[in-house]
């Protein structure tokens, strides 16, 4: 068995992050009720963009957080622009937030429905409904075609 380089250490590293964090995520969705094998592709995406993005941010660590770079252009003046990596910390990290956005873990997503004892109230039309878990589907069919016809 050799030695291992400086890079094998460094994927080791991130691989560990990476499998606690997915099993985080999954043990958030179990805790609120919220998963499903439905969501393990998006899952997967979340996963991809915080491998992508820790990568990223240690390369910008170990070069000591720049936030400018020089960049010289055709004529040979000089120029400073922002750091690539910095960018790419950035863009990785939006990522991130949109898929956990879309995993519903985020506080924009709890926002959204709140209950409240026995009550649904949508947070956007300050509407409250009684449980509509306990409705048939026939009181639901109905309710949707008098909405949308106007007679409520």
């Known amino acids: 068995m050799g030695r291992k380089t400086k890079k094998q250490i460094a994927t080791e590293e991130i691989e560990k992050k ?59 003046a000089k120029n400073a622009v922002k750091h690539p990596l910095s960018v790419q910390v950035d863009i990785w990290s939006e990522k991130k937030l949109k898929a956990l956005e879309r995993l519903g873990m985020t506080n924009k997503s709890m926002a959204r429905r709140v209950i409240t004892g026995g009550t649904t109230v949508d947070t956007s039309t300050g509407h409250a409904e009684a449980d509509p878990g306990n409705k048939s589907a026939v009181v639901n069919f109905k309710d949707k075609w008098k909405k949308k016809r106007g007679n409520e």
């Open 18 to 76: 990476v499998i606690t964090e997915r099993s985080r995520v999954i043990e958030i969705l179990n805790q609120t009720d919220t998963y499903s094998i439905l969501l393990d592709p998006l899952i997967d995406s979340y996963i991809d963009a915080f491998r992508v993005y820790e990568i990223m941010y240690k390369r910008w660590c170990d070069k000591g957080f720049p936030e400018t770079d020089v960049y010289e252009n055709k004529n040979g």
